[in-house]
Every structure is written in C-alpha cells, then in structure tokens.
C-alpha cells in the first residue's frame, strides 16, 4: 500500500508525515527487492563453491544463510531501536522504514561485494 500510495505523491519534495512515511516505506520496499535479488545471486556464488569444494571444505552456502539470518536480526532491532527517537509518534514508522531502507542497502552491496569476490 505504501508504495502504491507513494507514487502519487512527489517523494523529493513530501510535506506532510504521512507522505513522508509513505515515501520512506517505498523505498525500503525497492530495497528490499534490491536485496533479495541480489541475495539468489550471491546464493548461487556460494552454491558454485561448494560445488568446487571437497567434503568438509564445503559450507559457503550454509555460512551465508547463517549470516543473513543474523543480519535480519540485527535490521529488525536496529531499526526498532531507531523508531525509539520518536516512540509513540506519528514520525515513529518513517525513521524505522528509513532504517530498513538504509540497513538493507548497505546490506545489498555487501552481498554484491561477496559475490564478485567469488568471481560472479
């Protein structure tokens, strides 16, 4: 709904809260795409090493899901944290969907950055 909401409203230039937290919330929606696009490559990457690796040597794809639970833990929290600047009010859910928007960017590179560490 937000980002429905959001391509109504001119995001460069919002003057009201709820445009502005409709705003922030497509953005962290176009991110989070981002980042689970960007998560099946680095995926694959991994999948490919393990292919390449022997036995106990093998683990690349496991320690990535390990990684990526623990850093959806951490964003949740994080964020959550953030909102507390405005706990209660009506800014509350525009600086956690800022948070989650920012976080998951950051996120997304870092994935992108393994991935061709690995040669994809």
Known sequence: AGTAYAEDV???????QTDMTSCAQA???EADK????????????MVAIDKDLD????????ALLKAQRA????????CENSGFQA???????MLVAG?????????TKEL????EGMGQ
């Open 34 to 45: 981002a980042l689970n696009a960007q998560y099946k490559q680095t995926r694959a990457a």
């Open 27 to 29: 953005r962290y929606d």
């Open 87 to 93: 706990r209660g009010g009506t800014m509350e859910p």
């Open 112 to 115: 992108k950055e393994l991935a």
């Open 99 to 107: 948070c989650l928007a920012d976080l998951t960017d950051a996120r």
């Open 71 to 78: 850093w959806i833990n951490y964003r949740d929290a994080q």
């Open 55 to 62: 036995g106990d040597m093998k683990g690349a794809e496991q």
């Open 10 to 16: 001119n995001c460069e230039n919002a003057q009201t």
